[in-house]
Structures are given as C-alpha cells and as structure tokens.
Nanobody, 125 residues
Framework: QIQLVESGGGLVQVGGSLRLSCTAS????????VDWFRQAPGKEREIVAS????????EYADSVKGRFAIFRNDAKNTIYLEMKSGTHEDTAVYYC??????????????????WGQGTQVTVSS
C-alpha cells in the first residue's frame, strides 16, 4: 500500500525546535522533488519548503526562511523538515507531498501525486 507518513509533530514552546519526518512506503522519493505544506486553522494550505530531486536546490516560504531547513535521505526514503525558533504562526498541520520526477524545488504550489495524512505542530507560550 502506497503511503507517505509524517511524524515528529507535537507541542513545542515558542522559540523551540522540532524535526518532522516524511517516510514513504511502496513508493520512492529517489529522483523526485518533495514539498512540505502546512495548513493552519481557518487558513489556506501553503507550501513552506521544497527540495529538488538531488537535494541541491531548496526553496522556502518567506515566513520560514532562516528558521526551517529541508533535507533528504534517499537511503531511508525520508524527507525531513527541521523547524527552529518556532512562533505561534507555525502552528498548523504539516503535510509532505511528492513532486515531479527529476523536479526542482519550487516556491509555488504545484501538482503533487501523493500526499501524507499530516502531522500536527502546535507552538505554545
């Protein structure tokens, strides 16, 4: 069964850090771009980070630049999103999604063929 499973979400204090993981089953991330999205209550889903198929190119939303880092480990078929200096505005459900084959990173949402179910991140005072 094809699955993308996000993990690592939870409760973190303002200024704190968290590492999210996205692991694929019966599906490969190798040679594919991968994107991380988030959706906060009452808001539209937004792309927050993206990584190219090679890992050489990364894009970030302005709201997370300098605080979030995306990286990949193809041997583990896993994409990571490291969050630092959390703010209340980072509270959201975070999703990963597979991008195009041999795709580059993107700052603009695009068609993704497989999505995870999401993991909740809550930043509190």
């Amino acid at each position: 069964q094809i699955q993308l499973v996000e993990s690592g979400g939870g409760l973190v204090q303002v200024g704190g850090s968290l590492r999210l993981s996205c692991t694929a089953s019966a599906l490969t991330f190798s040679l594919y771009a991968v994107d991380w999205f988030r959706q906060a209550p009452g808001k539209e889903r937004e792309i927050v980070a993206s990584i190219s198929w090679s890992g050489a190119v990364k894009e970030y939303a302005d709201s997370v630049k300098g605080r979030f880092a995306i990286f990949r480990n193809d041997a583990k078929n896993t994409i990571y999103l490291e969050m630092k200096s959390g703010t209340h505005e980072d509270t959201a459900v975070y999703y990963c999604a597979r991008g195009p084959f041999y795709g580059s990173a993107t700052a603009i949402a695009r068609v993704n063929d497989y999505w995870g179910q999401g993991t909740q991140v809550t930043v509190s005072s």
